[in-house]
């Protein structure tokens, strides 16, 4: 199997089909993984399931126990709060730094980014919600603070489900759409002129009305 830019192996592929069906929520959350049953649905053997497995456990997707299967996080309105707080105060701080110490090249790279953002349209628009994440991966690299890109994108991983909880509560209007464009040029820019105050404010103001905010309410009215 090859994928642009290199060769997209069989690891690679189970890995990515079944952190699919995780942010999807076909493997609902709280569920046991069918080892088995789900390689041979996806045309692998058991071996690249288990290393994809591995490897989503680590980015908080799959809990894994001692003698017992493999299973999907669950989800939670605190753990949704709780991501919220952290990147309410670490993405602006990412913003500031990188409009303080970005180079042409990193300029290039969240333009190039920017450019290539699409709405998304829905719970399975994993895509568009791929570029939405190198958007922001470009701003944090440009901080040139590996520890504060580290801990972005280790928390990127375990926020992308309830990104979508959030979007499957309340899709977006298309104010919501304007803005959210608008937000992300307002970033680009800022961090291009060297504005730090202003590269902070805007990032604040993307993460308080973040699909991310919106999956708190969504898992609060949930019935218990």
Do not use: C
Not at 10 to 33: C, F, H, M, W
Not at 47 to 69: K, M, N, Q
Not at 99 to 111: E, N, V, Y
Not at 150 to 155: A, H, P, S, W
């Amino acid at each position: 199997m090859t994928a642009p830019g290199g060769v997209f192996t069989k690891n690679d592929y189970a890995y990515a089909e079944l952190r699919r069906q995780i942010l999807t929520g076909e493997l609902a959350p709280g569920s046991v993984i069918p080892q088995a049953k789900l390689a041979a649905e996806i045309g692998v053997s058991t071996t690249p399931l288990r290393e994809a497995i591995r490897r989503l456990s680590a980015e908080g997707l799959v809990t894994l126990e001692a003698h017992r299967d493999a299973r999907v996080t669950t989800v939670s309105a605190a753990e949704a709060a709780h991501l919220y707080q952290v990147r309410e105060t670490l993405d602006p701080l990412a913003a500031s730094l990188a409009a303080q110490t970005r180079t042409a090249s990193d300029i290039a790279l969240i333009s190039n980014a920017f450019d290539r953002l699409s709405p998304i349209t829905g719970a399975t628009d994993l895509d568009a919600l791929m570029r939405h994440r190198d958007f922001h991966r470009a701003v944090y690299r440009a901080s040139a603070n590996p520890i504060l890109v580290d801990i972005l994108e280790r928390l990127w991983d375990k926020a992308d489900r309830y990104r979508i909880i959030g979007l499957a509560h309340r899709g977006d209007s298309p104010a919501d759409l304007a803005r959210v464009e608008a937000e992300h040029r307002e970033i680009m820019e800022a961090v291009a002129d060297g504005d730090a105050v202003r590269a902070d404010a805007v990032m604040r103001t993307h993460i308080r009305a973040s699909l991310g905010r919106r999956a708190i309410d969504a898992l609060n009215e949930r019935p218990a």
